[in-house]
């Protein structure tokens, strides 16, 4: 009976499950617009864009417009007997409309500034979110695709495994095989059958993972493509990737932007000390009627403008206090800075050490693939000329199987290592994205 070849096991097993796959971008696309996390993050940017017409409302006039009625009923007592008082009931009715412009206001100015650093920030923690998505997309998606690999690689060793002890069960009755060979080729197949249990929940898990993001039944997803090959990062030296980290991380920029608000926070809360100078104009249309017997009602206009200036002088200290509060908190956005260029370095270093790394392994297990492959061949020839035994075959398999397992593995690491170390330079984005899409079977 002729062997089914390994190779020829996992094409077939993954064929079966090929047509109309999934890439990356499209489960990019249904995780942006489902993921709750993204959302929410999405929905925060819209409010912190709100904070720039809140800052220059306080540069802006302010007009108001008021209007009173009132019935009055008075009754009048002089306390010369001789002076007759009385009773009256009249209406008194008014209506106003002001107007106020600041003209010199510090703490404004500084209002309207945080607000620009506020829209600023919004877009940065928008930019985090996003690559935020990208990264746990990638993860998730690699996650499905190795976990399936891992599955296929399982059913592919069963399968051979099984070839091997029904041929042991039939040597072992024909005489030309002890008994040893068929327990140990059974005591194989149960540890893979336990293995494949094990693996089948894993692949379950990984895709309720990938449910999660995008909201709805997951997918076939296309695995990488034949011809793909790992290839060293743009510049390939990790100094230039520190650098950007540093200077453009997208963490590094939220940091900054705290900074630059808690920096402008002082400037505000000192602008507390400082004078106030605003225009004001106003109308007034008022009348009453008569509160003396026998007199007549009035009715008033008057048309006002003019300058207002305040001074303070003291404010119980509470302006003093703000002032040495703001100054402590720009002291700690200060560090929390140093924190996040310094967490960037180290980041991106660590993600320029995983693509090369990954590059190095992947090239490593791919000669090991070859020489495992041919190891298997040279195993089996040995046992039909009778100067290797079915255990040695049983190994040959088991290494090579684990060797297509851990370059599948490499593989996946490989590309996410790049995308965290773009992510580290704050430049991972949708090109990023559909570039390490390209990699994938059409």
């Known amino acids: 009976m002729e062997l089914l070849s390994p190779a020829a096991i996992i094409i077939g097993l993954v064929a079966c499950g090929s047509a109309a796959a999934a890439d990356l971008m499209d489960i990019y696309r249904m995780a942006q617009a489902s993921d709750p996390v993204y959302s929410a993050a999405r929905a925060s940017w819209l409010a912190g864009q709100e904070k ?4 220059l409302a306080g540069l802006l006039p ?6 009173t009625t009132q019935y009055n009923d008075r ?7 001789a002076v007759a008082g009385g009773q009256a009931q009249y209406n008194s009715n008014s209506a106003s409309v002001s107007v106020s412009q600041p003209l010199y206001r510090k703490q404004n100015l500084v209002a309207y500034d945080q607000g620009k ?4 920030l919004a877009d940065a923690q928008l930019a985090v979110a996003g690559q935020d998505l990208i990264l746990r997309v990638a993860q998730a998606y690699f996650d499905v695709l190795l976990a399936s690999a891992n599955l296929s690689f399982t059913e592919a060793q069963k399968i051979a495994i099984g070839q ?13 095989a002890t008994i040893t060979d068929t327990h140990e080729a059974q005591s194989r197949f149960d540890l893979v059958t336990a293995q494949e249990i094990a693996a089948r929940n894993d692949v379950e898990v990984r895709n309720r993972a990938l449910e999660q993001l995008i909201g709805r039944a997951a997918p076939v997803l296309a695995g990488p493509a034949k011809n793909f090959a790992p290839t060293p990062p743009a510049p390939n030296a990790i100094e230039p990737w520190v650098e950007r980290a540093r200077a453009s991380g997208l963490l590094v920029r939220i940091a900054q932007e705290n900074l630059t608000f808690a920096t402008q926070d002082v400037e505000r809360n000192r602008g507390g000390h400082y004078p106030t100078l605003d225009a004001f104009a106003s109308i007034n249309d008022s009348g009453q009627g008569s509160g003396i017997q026998g007199g007549s009602g009035t009715d008033t206009k008057s048309n006002i403008i003019g300058l207002q200036l305040a001074i303070p002088l003291y404010q119980g200290g509470s302006v003093n206090s703000r002032v040495r509060e703001a100054l402590a908190n720009e002291d700690k956005a200060r560090q929390d800075l140093e924190n996040a260029r310094r967490s960037a370095e180290f980041t991106a270093r660590q993600g320029f050490l995983g693509v090369t790394n990954s590059i190095t392994l992947v090239r490593a297990l791919e000669a090991a693939l070859v020489s ?7 195993t089996r020839l040995g046992q039909e000329v009778g100067v290797r035994t079915q255990v040695d075959v049983l190994n040959a398999q088991q290494q090579l199987f684990s060797a297509r397992r851990d370059l ?11 995308l965290r170390l773009t992510s580290a330079a704050g430049e991972l984005n949708e090109a990023e994205l559909q570039r ?3 990699w994938l079977e059409k």
Request: glycine residues 4%; aromatic residues 8%.
């Open 75 to 81: 009754d009048l007592r002089f306390r010369n007997p």
């Open 117 to 120: 650093t506020q829209v600023a």
């Open 62 to 67: 302010q007009a108001s417009i008021s209007a």
């Open 372 to 378: 495992s492959q041919s190891s298997l061949d040279s």
């Open 408 to 418: 599948a593995q490499a593989r996946y690491n490989y590309v996410l290592s790049v």
């Open 164 to 176: 091997q002890l029904a041929q042991a069960k039939r040597n072992f009755e024909v005489g030309t």
């Open 436 to 438: 390490v899409n390209a």
């Open 52 to 55: 720039l017409p809140q800052g």
